[in-house]
């Protein structure tokens, strides 16, 4: 009884690792969507720091990015946060969203770091893949 316990164990085991072998195989490829139109609405709200009850020269922006498809639903949003410091304009993350051809491209770059990523999205919001580049690549190309 103890080895036919044990073949029974070894034959689940087999099975389950050509089960797991060939499942990992498989790539998934993205649906297609339906959406052929989208629109980028962009929203900057601002405000002033204050320093005892007293307004300073500083400015706190948060900019808002929503792709919005024709019926209305928010496909993707994203925040970014930047401070005004008189005419110099500071932010710890650099977030856009862009429209390019038939894609999305969520742009994402950190200050101090050396790299930074595109995700590239379909009109569905579906992620297709996402692309290292350098940070002042990045920073040159989305800067508008």
Same mark, same amino acid.
């Given at each position: 009884?103890?080895?036919?316990?044990?073949?029974?164990?070894?034959?689940?085991?087999?099975?389950?690792?050509?089960?797991?072998?060939?499942?990992?195989?498989?790539?998934?490829?993205?649906?297609?969507?339906?959406?052929?139109?989208?629109?980028?609405?962009?929203?900057?709200?601002?405000?002033?720091?204050?320093?005892?009850?007293?307004?300073?020269?500083?400015?706190?922006?948060?900019?808002?990015?929503?792709?919005?498809?024709?019926? @209305?639903?928010?496909?993707?949003? &994203?925040? =970014?946060? !930047?401070?005004?410091?008189? /005419?110099?304009?500071? *932010?710890?993350?650099?977030?856009?969203?862009?429209?390019?051809?038939?894609?999305?491209?969520?742009?994402?770059?950190?200050?101090?770091?050396?790299?930074?990523?595109?995700?590239?999205?379909?009109?569905? @919001?579906?992620?297709?893949?996402? &692309?290292? =580049?350098? !940070?002042?690549?990045?920073? /040159?190309?989305?800067? *508008?």
């Amino acid at each position: 009884m103890n080895k036919v316990n044990q073949r029974l164990f070894l034959v689940l085991l087999v099975i389950f690792f050509f089960q797991n072998s060939t499942a990992q195989t498989i790539v998934s490829s993205p649906k297609e969507c339906a959406e052929k139109t989208v629109t980028l609405k962009t929203e900057l709200k601002s405000r002033f720091r204050y320093f005892f009850f007293r307004r300073t020269n500083f400015v706190k922006t948060k900019r808002f990015d929503w792709i919005i498809d024709a019926k @209305g639903n928010i496909v993707k949003e &994203i925040m =970014m946060r !930047s401070e005004t410091r008189g /005419d110099q304009s500071l *932010f710890r993350k650099f977030h856009r969203l862009v429209i390019v051809e038939n894609e999305i491209h969520e742009v994402i770059c950190r200050l101090g770091k050396s790299e930074g990523k595109v995700i590239v999205y379909n009109f569905c @919001g579906e992620k297709l893949r996402a &692309i290292k =580049m350098a !940070s002042n690549e990045l920073y /040159d190309k989305y800067r *508008f």
